[in-house]
C-alpha cells in the first residue's frame, strides 16, 4: 500500500513540475495589429485601375517562436452592394514581394515583428474610368486570413480592415455622390 | 594536382513526379567527371520520394502536442505537427520512451540521446519553412534508402562517389547517405557553407570537382 501511495505521490509531483514548466515555457502571442495598420497609399493608378495597400504589423508578443504558415486577403464587396468595380487583393510580406501572390511560410521569433502589405486593386467594371466609378464607391471591408502555428496545433483566424469610400475617393482625387 | 572544386547546380523545382537520379544526370551529367562526388540535398531526395505530408492532413495527438513543448522552439519537432509526423514514422511510444530518457540524460549532462533513440527521421525531419515553396507549407521527412540512392548515382554518372548531404546555414553539416571509399566526414566538412543556398535558391546539386584527389 505505501508502494502505491508513493507511486500515487511521484505522479502527482511530475504532473505538476510538467504544468509549471509550461507555464514558465508560455506560447507563442501572434498580435495582428489592423487597428494600427499604416495610411492606405496609392502603388498605381491607371485609366481604369487603382491599387492602394497599407501595411500591418504581425508581432509575436509570446515567448516561444511562431510560425506564419499562409496568409491572404479576402475582399468582400458584393455586386449587390456595388457592382460597379472589381476588387482583387493579396498580402505580401514586407521586403519579399512576388507577383503569384504566393504567401511563403515565415517564422516569427518571439518578441520580434513581421510586416504584411495589404494590396487592393479596384478596377473599374462599367466605365473606363476608374475615376469616374469610385464617385459611387461604398466602403470596402477586407479580412486579411492567416493560419498560424507554434507550441499549439495550427489554426487559421482573420482580421478585419476597411478601406473607408472616403478615403479611396480622397486618394484618387474624386468627390463622392451623395 | 587538379585543384578541389565546389560547384552548384541550379535545377527547376523538382517534386514527387521526377526521378532523383534522371535529375542529377539531366543537369549534372555533362559536368561531373570520374574524380568527383555528386552531392544531392537531403530534403530535395526526400521530396522526389514523395516524403512530404501537409500538418492539416495529420490527426495531432494530445502526447504529440505535449510532447513538442519539451523541445527547443527552433527544432523541427518543436510544433505539434512536427512531433506528430515523427509519431507516425517511429511510433508513438519510442518517441515517448526516447523523450523521457533523452530528458534523464540531459540532467546528468549528456545531449544528443533523445535523437539516438527516437528512430532516425527525429533529426531528419523539417518542419514548414524548412524547405523551398511549394514545400514551406510541408513537413519534409528524411530521405528512404539513402544508400541505395547515392549507389545509384554512381553507378549511372560513373563518378567517384556520391553522398546525400543535409546542410544547412547554421553551419550543420551531415551526410544521411555515402558511397564505399568516400570520406563523408571530408565531404560534410566541405559543405560546412552551405553551397546548395538557402530556401528559395534552386541548388539542390553540388559537384566536389577533384574530391579523390583531395581525400588522397
Redesign the interface.
Known amino acids: 500500500m505505501e508502494f502505491l501511495y508513493g507511486l500515487i505521490g511521484i505522479v502527482i509531483v511530475v504532473v505538476i513540475l ?1 504544468k509549471l ?2 507555464l514558465r ?1 508560455g506560447d507563442a502571442i501572434i498580435d495582428v495589429r489592423t487597428d494600427a495598420h499604416t495610411a492606405f497609399v496609392v502603388d498605381e493608378l491607371t485609366k481604369d485601375s487603382v491599387t492602394v495597400s497599407t501595411k500591418v504589423e504581425f508581432a509575436n508578443i509570446g515567448t ?2 511562431g ?1 506564419i ?2 496568409c491572404y486577403v479576402r475582399s468582400l464587396l458584393p455586386y449587390e452592394q456595388f457592382d460597379g468595380v472589381k476588387v482583387e487583393a493579396k498580402a505580401e510580406l514586407d521586403g519579399a514581394p512576388r507577383e503569384d501572390d ?1 504567401f ?4 516569427i521569433q ?1 518578441k520580434e515583428s513581421i510586416n504584411v502589405w495589404v494590396k487592393i486593386k479596384i478596377t473599374a467594371r462599367k466605365t473606363a474610368d476608374i475615376k469616374e466609378a469610385l464617385i459611387d464607391m461604398v466602403d470596402l471591408p477586407v479580412d486579411l486570413v492567416y493560419q498560424y ?6 489554426a487559421i483566424t482573420k482580421k478585419r480592415i476597411v478601406l473607408k469610400a472616403e478615403d479611396i475617393a480622397k486618394l484618387v482625387g474624386v468627390i463622392l455622390a451623395k | 594536382m587538379a585543384n578541389l572544386e565546389i560547384i552548384p547546380v541550379p535545377t527547376r523545382i523538382l517534386t514527387d513526379k521526377d526521378d532523383i537520379i534522371d535529375i542529377v544526370e539531366k543537369y549534372a551529367g555533362t559536368k561531373i567527371g570520374k574524380n568527383d562526388v555528386i552531392s544531392v540535398a537531403e530534403s530535395v531526395v526526400a521530396i522526389t520520394q514523395g516524403r512530404i505530408v501537409r500538418p492539416e492532413d495529420l490527426t495531432i495527438s494530445r502526447v504529440a502536442q505535449l510532447l513538442c513543448r519539451f523541445i527547443p522552439d527552433y527544432g523541427s519537432l518543436a510544433s505539434p505537427h512536427g512531433m506528430q509526423s515523427l509519431m507516425d514514422i517511429e511510433g508513438k511510444w519510442r518517441v515517448t520512451f526516447a523523450l523521457i530518457l533523452g530528458f534523464l540524460a540531459k540532467v546528468i549532462g549528456k545531449n544528443g540521446v533523445f535523437y539516438k533513440f527516437g528512430g532516425e527521421q527525429a533529426a531528419l525531419i523539417d518542419d514548414v519553412t524548412g524547405t523551398m515553396p511549394p514545400f514551406d507549407k510541408y513537413i519534409v521527412y528524411g530521405p528512404k534508402d539513402p544508400q541505395t540512392v547515392v549507389k545509384k548515382l554512381q553507378e549511372r554518372l560513373g563518378c567517384f562517389g556520391a553522398v546525400i548531404a543535409d546542410v544547412n546555414d547554421l553551419k550543420r553539416s551531415r551526410i544521411v547517405g555515402v558511397t564505399d571509399g568516400v570520406d563523408g566526414d571530408k565531404v560534410a566538412h566541405l559543405l560546412i557553407d552551405n553551397p546548395f543556398g538557402n530556401a528559395s535558391q534552386k541548388t539542390p546539386i553540388v559537384i566536389i570537382k577533384n574530391f579523390k584527389q583531395y581525400q588522397g
Not at chain 1, 511563403?104 to 517564422?107: F, G, I, Q, Y
Not at chain 1, 502555428?149 to 495550427?154: D, G, I, S, T, Y
Open positions: 510538467v514548466f509550461l515555457e516561444q517562436c510560425t504558415m499562409d504566393y511563403e511560410a515565415v517564422l518571439r502555428a507554434a507550441r499549439k496545433p495550427w
